[in-house]
């Protein structure tokens, strides 16, 4: 792509003559440049990235809402409200309790809650624990004691079971180790539910909406469970009295048993119901020991899954957050009215509209979101490596990590749409992949009056950035500069045009007709880029320039001149300079006005009247014309003259900015041999000042100005 037209503007090779210095006369900084430049790029784009970045908010919507709520709406996609569910049934079914380790058998300790627990072989039911003790002693007994001592021998298995033997420890000391072992079983409950309720998160089966309602409705369970456990306590408790009564009772009644009465089994009877008030008893005892462990571990559980609740709470935050960025970045996009806006720097060439319903069709199809909404899933899991979990989730993609996700697997996904798209039978439009030429054909393509038109009004709308004051550009004065065609400065284009694909012809119509639409007085260049298809790029720019051109300089030296002004001038010139600043010095950057030239000469026209510098101007016949300004050679001989007037009045009216210099050099240079004459000619100046009172009044704006300079005369002469 060549841009030597631009490279030689910017170094100033295209106007040698326009980048000399504007000279001011009559300043001290006489001197100004003219090297200035400016541009303004003007764009006509297929807005490619930004389209598929739409459409990418918008899948990126659809994978956020998946997760949060999961309910799908045939005319509306994915929903963002909750799905209507009722999770009392499910937390209540058996095989769901089972499998999370909540049943009453697992909280009582029936079955076992830790892995270790639950291969333990030897573990059995209490039920079937004292059971089986009851068969098992009742034979024992029987096989090994005398019948007088059964009932003793029976009492002593029993209790020996219950301190020692029970799951080899006893059933208070089994119940006490578990109690300090609770946390674990705690940690086992939660870490299952958790992984479960994850893993249906990830695949897509619950939403994280209907996790954290599922884990609120398992606590209010719980907690029902929880209130009925004490009574059920108590019942146990009184239970497990009466049957050691019994128990009692029976041992009454052995002792009663005659021969008679025993040689009809009544001790074999009476063996039997003890045995069976005993099994009763310890079955109540250990199952009050059972209770008081499950109150406590339920209690800590509902405290544990209220943290779980909160934890996926967090993370459905987090989506929501996700949500309003992404909603926001995708109402930040497409929302112009397209190609019939050519005010802003950038035309965008395509339909809005267009876009829109091609977006929410492909948000509105099942397959496609599903696809895409896994692949979303795939990749969060990916993230997350092996230890998966909502706290991982939550301390590994919070909002922005979690969005730049989004951004990269839906912008795969609106890519893989989109040629899924091509592909079907309605022959739907390419979004992407396409040069802006061929959407400008699309439309113009059999209308070559419409591209014309089209082209000529984004041409006569890019301009450069920088405003002019056409005021400032018209101002003449003798250091001011214009080439031999009267230009001030000069206007080049460069219009920057991709290559077609499809129809060169096309797109040599095109620049043929850019070119022809440049504007008068600027030259007009067009550029190939060789890969850039999106755009057609305006560049424009001009130079060589001075800064007074510039319509926020004058903007800024009336600013200045205003706070500079007032009675806080000499803070405000501190805070305007910092430091250093010498009232004064600095130059203006604009040419003196004809009355700031009168103002800065005038001293000078009064010395040289009071110094005698200036000579009579008379006619021929002698009668007096003026005043003369005389410039001799060293022998006296007149090299210049020129009168500026009939008196002093006349004279500071008359001044142009070539007077006004020659008036300061010359009464300058003629004033350094009669300095020390500054009294004569102090009064000489009070005199001609009171001789203008008199004639102007001396409340007159124009005495006023003579004040002025008689003062700045004085001044002069002390230097």
Not at 367 to 386: A, H, K, N, W, Y
Not at 647 to 662: E, G, P, Y
Request: aromatic share 8%; charged share 35%.
């Amino acid at each position: 792509m060549n841009l030597e037209s631009l490279d030689r503007a910017e170094a100033f090779e295209n106007a040698d003559e326009l980048a000399k210095p504007e000279d001011f006369p009559g300043q001290r900084h006489s001197k100004k440049s003219r090297r200035f430049f400016t541009f303004g790029i003007k764009q006509v784009a297929y807005p490619e990235e930004e389209i598929r970045e739409y459409i990418t908010y918008g899948f990126a919507r659809q994978s956020l809402l998946q997760l949060r709520y999961n309910q799908w709406l045939e005319d509306g996609g994915y929903a963002d409200t909750p799905a209507a569910k009722d999770f009392q049934e499910f937390v209540k079914s058996d095989a769901n309790l089972n499998r999370w380790r909540l049943s009453d058998e697992h909280l009582l300790l029936a079955k076992g809650i830790l892995p270790d627990e639950a291969r333990n072989a030897k573990w059995l039911t209490p039920h079937a624990e004292w059971l089986s003790a009851k068969e098992t002693y009742l034979d024992h007994v029987r096989q090994t004691a005398q019948p007088e001592r059964w009932m003793g021998e029976l009492t002593k298995l029993f209790d020996l079971r219950f301190r020692e033997q029970y799951r080899g420890q006893g059933v208070e000391n089994f119940f006490a180790a578990k109690r300090n072992s609770r946390s674990d079983h705690i940690r086992e409950i939660k870490n299952g539910l958790e992984a479960e309720f994850f893993n249906d998160w990830i695949n897509g089966t619950r939403s994280l909406n209907d996790t954290a309602r599922l884990l609120q409705v398992l606590r209010q369970s719980l907690q029902s469970r929880l209130e009925a456990f004490s009574p059920k306590s108590t019942r146990l408790r009184e239970q497990a009295e009466a049957s050691l009564r019994k128990a009692g009772e029976n041992d009454k009644e052995w002792v009663k048993v005659g021969a008679l009465s025993e040689f009809f089994g009544k001790r074999k009877r009476l063996l039997v119901a003890k045995a069976q008030n005993l099994q009763l008893h310890y079955l109540a005892k250990t199952q009050v020991l059972a209770l008081d462990f499950t109150e406590q571990l339920i209690k800590d559980l509902i405290r544990e899954i209220a943290d779980l609740q909160g934890l996926v709470e967090s993370c459905e935050t987090n989506l929501q957050t996700t949500l309003d960025e992404a909603n926001a970045l995708r109402e930040a996009r497409c929302r112009d009215v397209g190609l019939e806006d050519l005010s802003g720097h950038v035309v965008r060439f395509y339909e809005p509209e267009k876009i829109r319903k091609v977006a929410r069709r492909l948000e509105l199809d099942r397959d496609i979101q599903t696809t895409q909404t896994q692949r979303v899933r795939t990749e969060i899991s990916s993230r997350l490596g092996s230890q998966r979990g909502f706290g991982r989730l939550r301390d590994r993609l919070p909002s922005g990590e979690l969005l730049a996700l989004l951004e990269q697997a839906c912008e795969s996904s609106v890519l893989d749409a989109h040629d899924k798209l091509l592909g079907s039978a309605d022959g739907a439009e390419r979004l992407f992949g396409i040069s802006v030429l061929d959407k400008i054909q699309d439309r113009y393509g059999s209308d070559p009056d419409g591209l014309s038109n089209y082209i000529h009004k984004v041409v006569a709308k890019s301009e450069v950035y920088a405003t002019f004051d056409l005021q400032e550009e018209g101002r003449d004065f003798p250091g001011s500069r214009t080439d031999k065609y009267g230009r001030r400065y000069y206007r080049e284009s460069i219009i920057i045009v991709p290559e077609s694909t499809r129809s060169p012809e096309f797109a040599d119509r095109v620049r043929q007709t850019f070119k022809a639409a440049a504007r008068e007085g600027v030259e007009s260049k067009v550029v190939d880029h060789p890969t850039r298809r999106h755009e057609i790029v305006l560049l424009n720019f001009v130079s060589p320039f001075p800064l007074r051109f510039l319509k926020p300089i004058s903007h800024l030296a009336e600013e200045y001149a205003r706070r500079t002004d007032g009675a806080e001038r000499a803070r405000a010139l501190l805070e305007l300079h910092i430091e250093n600043w010498v009232d004064g010095v600095a130059p203006s950057l604009f040419p003196p006005t004809k009355e700031e030239l009168q103002e800065e000469a005038l001293p000078y026209i009064l010395l040289g009247k009071a110094a005698g510098i200036f000579e009579e101007d008379r006619d021929s016949d002698g009668k007096r014309r003026g005043l003369m300004l005389v410039e001799r050679a060293a022998d006296g001989t007149i090299r210049e003259s020129d009168t500026l007037g009939e008196d002093l009045l006349s004279c500071a009216d008359n001044l142009d900015a070539t007077r006004a210099d020659k008036v300061r050099k010359l009464i300058g240079k003629a004033l350094k041999g009669i300095k020390p004459k500054s009294t004569a000619l102090r009064q000489a100046l009070q005199a001609d000042l009171e001789e203008i009172r008199i004639k102007l009044g001396g409340a007159s704006t124009g005495y006023r100005r003579f004040v002025r300079a008689v003062s700045r005369a004085a001044k002069l002469l002390d230097e």
